[in-house]
């Protein structure tokens, strides 16, 4: 990784640690080098904003920009130079319109305990063998769901937070997605 590019993932790293609380950031913080954990979520604070992981919360950040003009040509060699999960242009980063969203985070540190996983250092990319079913919905709903989009579902259709995770959710490891 050239120098520059290096410069930029760490003005981003810095960014996203930023808008983290304290509790999860602390271990960040020591070094600025931020981790991809599947337990970090964000909200935009625009009505009906829903929660994303931190891979969604940069790929939607770099979607938002991609046809804008990203000034000095060199940028676009920067862009390539980049890891696959911060694609996000860092130069355009504005942190005014997003929250640590702790409702999410929550929620996913609950089903991340439930398959026995560490919610303190597991990443999204290991957290993609596992697929979650809700227990609470019927019919069309019933499918099997990655954690971030289980997450989502849990908040936009169901405030239970007296339910057992038990009773919440069943899941699987290893298996095709199969909606
Ligand atoms: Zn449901």
Redesign the pocket.
């Known amino acids: 990784m050239n120098r520059v590019s290096e410069e930029w993932t760490k003005a981003r790293d810095e960014l996203v640690i930023s808008l983290l609380p304290d509790n999860i950031a602390a271990p960040m913080k020591a070094n600025s080098r931020l981790r991809p954990l599947a337990v970090l979520f964000f909200r935009g604070v625009a009505r009906g904003s829903h929660p994303v992981d931190l891979h969604q919360f940069c790929g939607w950040r770099s979607s938002r920009h991609v046809y804008k003009p990203v000034g000095e040509p060199e940028h676009f060699d920067i862009i390539s130079s980049i890891d696959d999960l911060w694609t996000s242009n860092p130069w355009l980063w504005d942190s005014d319109r997003y929250r640590f969203d702790p409702e999410a985070c929550a929620i996913a540190q609950e089903v991340m305990a439930f398959v026995g996983m560490d919610s303190m250092s597991s990443s999204i990319a290991e957290m993609e063998n596992f697929k979650f079913r809700?227990?609470?919905?019927r019919g069309s709903?019933q499918a099997f769901m990655r954690l971030s989009v289980a997450v989502q579902?849990?908040v936009k259709?169901?405030s239970t937070p007296s339910v057992p995770v038990e009773n919440k959710w069943s899941w699987v490891e290893g298996v095709e997605e199969d909606g």
């Open positions: 809700c227990l609470r919905c709903r579902h849990e259709y169901h």
